[in-house]
């Protein structure tokens, strides 16, 4: 199975600045690559697929880059609602994985 | 428009098995497939399995000899079925439409504890 590995973690920043997730896949997924959203009791949110394509709905402020085994995600000028948790998973064929998260909080 | 939603009985004893229903709206299972994905309380996302439309299925390879993953498609409902449950299955359980492989429509998610 692919094994996807992000970090950080943990991420502590303030509104309005710009903080970047990666996410690194144990074997090449080209960019079949997707990231989503968590706030706490609630369901992930997608945000991108295809590692760069933003999902519908999704603010310009998010940006997702890579292939092949390194991915990032980046978040300019945060806003209060980006806080939250985060995970990669690779859509390159079952099975899916996911990455183990990062938690990203004010500071 | 594309609904999910889970249902399951919230506590279940260790060794016991796990079932739980997806009752979906605004596509057809005959079209679409389904996924299961859990998560314990805390941690991360572990996809489960998925059904797909012609009514094959993948399954996590950790929990391919516990794990069945069914449906009914004139009811619209995908059922999963985790046996000999242990502690460490307590999660909440998401049910998700995959597109091309990522998951756009999640269902509200069902919490199970597995205790005595």
């Known amino acids: 199975d692919i094994q996807m590995t992000q970090s950080p973690a943990s991420l502590s920043a303030s509104v309005g600045e710009t903080v970047t997730i990666t996410c690194r896949a144990s074997?090449?997924?080209?960019?079949?690559l997707a990231w989503y959203q968590q706030k706490q009791g609630k369901s992930p949110q997608l945000l991108v697929y295809?590692?760069?394509t933003l999902a519908e709905g999704v603010p310009s402020r998010f940006s997702g880059s890579g292939s092949g085994t390194q991915f990032s995600l980046k978040i300019n000028s945060l806003q209060p609602e980006d806080f939250g948790s985060y995970y990669c998973?690779?859509?390159?064929?079952?099975?899916?994985?996911f990455g183990g998260g990062t938690k990203l909080e004010i500071k | 428009q594309v609904q999910l939603k889970e249902s399951g009985p919230g506590l279940v004893a260790p060794s016991q098995s796990l079932s739980i229903t997806c009752t979906v709206s605004?596509?057809?299972?005959?079209?679409?497939?389904v996924s299961w994905v859990r998560q314990p309380p805390g941690k991360g996302l572990e996809w489960l399995g998925v059904?797909?439309?012609?009514?094959?299925?993948n399954y996590h390879s950790a929990l391919i000899s516990r794990l069945s993953i069914s449906k009914d498609n004139s009811k619209s409902q995908v059922f999963l079925k985790l046996n000999s449950l242990q502690t460490d299955d307590t999660a909440t359980y998401y049910c998700?439409?995959?597109?091309?492989?990522?998951?756009?429509?999640w269902g509200q998610g069902t919490l199970v504890t597995v205790s005595a």
């Open positions: 998700a439409k995959p597109e091309l492989g990522w998951f756009a429509y």
């Open positions: 605004g596509f057809s299972l005959t079209s679409y497939g």
């Open positions: 059904i797909w439309g012609d009514g094959s299925t």
């Open positions: 074997e090449n997924i080209y960019s079949y």
């Open positions: 295809n590692a760069k």
């Open positions: 998973q690779h859509h390159y064929g079952t099975p899916y994985t």
